[in-house]
């Protein structure tokens, strides 16, 4: 009787053994991935990994994460001290957009703030996660990414255009009740993607110059241009008025 069960014991040791070898003549990637080119072919003679290589010479294939996939990018110094205000308050919005910075990507979340900056550069780097259902962001690729510090509500703002630079600073040309002109001073808090955040100077429902302001002078009579016309606008440029470029 114990020989039978010894000759059990170990039909069932040969089991396992063969299952464990069976095991090895698959691989499974501990992530979801997509994999890359062939790194070996039939006939390529392969190496086991030593002490004094790590073996990657003999990879077969390279699997790379693409949902989720993280970004890292760098942020001047100069702009740390509001990111980790905006982590203190919660969870910091990202966007991914494509290196001409037309196109948005994909949208994600910050994931960490490296712990020390390039003192040669003074920036540090920053990684965040995205989604990438859509698979618009792939490994190695350039692309811009824009964080989401605060929103500001019922915020007045105009388009960066409209802002000129005066002798004692940001100006405007408001447009009055009368059709006349009038050069405003303003404070600009910041700008982002062709719009101005206006601190003071300006009131809701204001008409401003857009374009072409450099024809304009205090007290010139103008009339509000229908903006769904491409020529209601004429050429703003200086070349396109006979001057100098």
Request: glycine share 8%; charged share 20%; hydrophobic share 40%.
């Amino acid at each position: 009787m114990e020989e039978l069960e010894a000759q059990i014991k170990s039909d069932k040791a040969a089991i396992e053994n063969a299952k464990a070898e069976l095991s090895y003549t698959s691989l499974t990637a501990p992530f979801d991935g997509v994999t890359g080119f062939r790194l070996l072919d039939v006939g390529n003679i392969i190496h086991p990994p030593t002490t004094q290589t790590t073996g990657a010479q003999d990879a077969l294939v390279v699997v790379t994460q693409l949902q989720p996939i993280s970004v890292v990018f760098s942020l001047a110094t100069q702009s740390l001290p509001d990111v980790q205000a905006a982590i203190a308050m919660g969870p910091v919005h990202a966007i991914a957009f494509s290196q001409d910075g037309k196109s948005k990507l994909d949208e994600g979340k910050l994931l960490v703030v490296n712990n020390q900056a390039d003192p040669g550069s003074g920036a540090i780097q920053l990684k965040a996660q995205f989604p990438n259902e859509e698979r618009q962001l792939w490994p190695g690729a350039f692309v811009n990414v824009e964080l989401i510090l605060s929103t500001e509500k019922d915020a007045l703002t105009i388009p960066l255009g409209a802002v000129q630079q005066g002798p004692e600073g940001p100006v405007v040309y408001v447009v009055g009740a009368d059709r006349k002109i009038a050069i405003r001073p303003v404070s600009v808090r910041e700008s982002l993607n062709g719009v101005a955040l206006i601190d003071k100077g300006l009131e809701a429902g204001e008409n401003v110059v857009a374009r072409g302001q450099y024809r304009l002078t205090p007290g010139s009579l103008v009339s509000l241009a229908d903006p769904s016309h491409p020529d209601a606008v004429p050429n703003p440029t200086t070349a396109g008025a006979g001057m100098l470029p």
